[in-house]
């Protein structure tokens, strides 16, 4: 019989992509958001991409347990990734408690209902987890570091809650927690992608817009970071990549297939890759020019930060194979899409 996966947050830039995964290993999914960082444009190109003109959709919002409550009730869920969460870093700086609240509101109230259920939890949590790591790559054993934002926080605390939980359940709560390194690109339908509400945070949202001309120029934040090009280190992991190693860890719960019963795996790459190495490289793969100057060091920033994906590799059988050239390729279409070109 045919699985359920329930993707909270699943109209979002990872959520989406992860339905479309899903969808395609042969799960059933209920996708639930309340569409407070996005709008029905991805939700609509899942349903494209993958045929499922009736892919269930249920607009609410997890903090509200009456509501996650009945969604449990109203379908059999096999397993919940929760993605539902705010996400930006410097907003959450401004709003600590508009972040603390919604983020741990919501997964508390999926953790409740999950483990009343006996219903397997896949927590999307980030390398934010490592703070600035005192080497590089960082394993799942590196020793996590104080939280520099409320939103990083949020995350590690996350982590503890789900870990704690599980242990007190008696087997009957398991966990996974995936941490996420820099996600990137789109599907290479171009029919999904990432939809930033205003000025982009984050560096390929950025760059797409600027070689779109919707920006006039991109900052370089800092070159003079201790790195072989001054700027700094990450490990940008393709989109499809990253959802699917969601299809790889959710079987591996639903099949009781995990070591332990709260398992925690990086997903990245293994590649570093420096700001303006990226801007080069998307430069030459799309025959486009980004308009780019340096400028000062933004708050916050860690100077360098990759996975050692090995444990994924080896344990769950997973491996990033797209290539930067790809991603970055379809990072492109997808900007080209949105404009209508
Ligand atoms: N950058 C620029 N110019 C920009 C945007 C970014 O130079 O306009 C640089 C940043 O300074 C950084 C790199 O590009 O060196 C990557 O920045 P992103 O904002 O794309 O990604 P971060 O590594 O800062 O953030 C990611 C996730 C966050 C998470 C954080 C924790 O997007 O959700 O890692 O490490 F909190």
Redo the contacts with the bound molecule.
């Keep these: 019989m045919k699985k359920t996966v329930l993707v909270s947050g699943g109209a979002g830039f990872i959520g989406s992509h992860v339905t479309v995964e899903l969808i395609g290993a042969g799960y059933d999914v209920v996708v639930a958001d309340n569409f407070s960082n996005c709008d029905r444009t991805c939700y609509e190109g899942v349903k494209k991409i993958t045929g499922r003109q009736d892919l269930p959709l249920e607009v609410m919002d997890f903090c509200d347990a009456a509501a996650v409550k009945a969604l449990f009730g109203k379908y059999k869920i096999d397993a919940v990734i929760h993605f539902a969460a705010f996400?930006a870093?410097g907003e959450s700086v401004e709003k600590p408690l508009m972040y603390y609240k919604n983020n741990l509101m919501s997964f508390l109230n999926v953790l409740e209902t999950a483990q009343e259920k006996g219903c397997n939890v896949l927590f999307s949590s980030?390398?934010?987890v490592y703070g600035e790591p005192d080497a590089v790559p960082v394993t799942e054993a590196t020793p996590r570091k104080p939280a520099t934002?409320p939103?990083?926080n949020t995350?590690t605390m996350c982590e503890d809650i789900l870990r704690d939980a599980v242990k007190a359940s008696n087997g009957k709560l398991k966990g996974i927690l995936l941490r996420y390194?820099?996600p990137i690109g789109a599907h290479p339908s171009a029919l999904i992608g990432e939809l930033p509400r205003g000025v982009?945070?984050?560096?390929?949202p950025?760059i797409t817009q600027t070689a779109i001309g919707k920006r006039e120029c991109?900052?370089?934040?800092?070159n003079d970071y201790p790195t072989p090009d001054g700027?700094?280190q990450?490990d940008f992991i393709d989109i499809v990549d990253l959802a699917r190693a969601h299809v790889y860890a959710v079987t591996r719960m639903i099949e009781g297939k995990m070591l332990e019963p709260c398992e925690v795996f990086n997903v990245g790459t293994g590649r570093p890759l420096s700001?303006m190495e990226l801007v080069n490289a998307f430069e030459k793969v799309n025959g486009v020019k980004v308009p780019h100057k340096f400028?000062p060091?933004?708050a916050g920033?860690?100077t360098a930060?990759w996975a050692d994906p090995t444990k994924a590799n080896t344990q769950m059988g997973w491996k990033a194979t797209r290539t930067i050239e790809e991603t970055l390729k379809a990072a492109w279409a997808w900007e080209c899409h949105l404009a209508g070109k």
Excluded at 200 to 204: A, K, T
Excluded at 218 to 222: R, S, W
Aim: contains cysteine; charged residues 20%.
């Design positions: 996400k870093v980030s390398a934010t934002s939103y990083g995350k390194f820099n982009p945070n984050n560096l390929v950025f991109l900052n370089i934040f800092g700027t700094c990450r700001v400028a060091r933004r920033d860690i930060i």
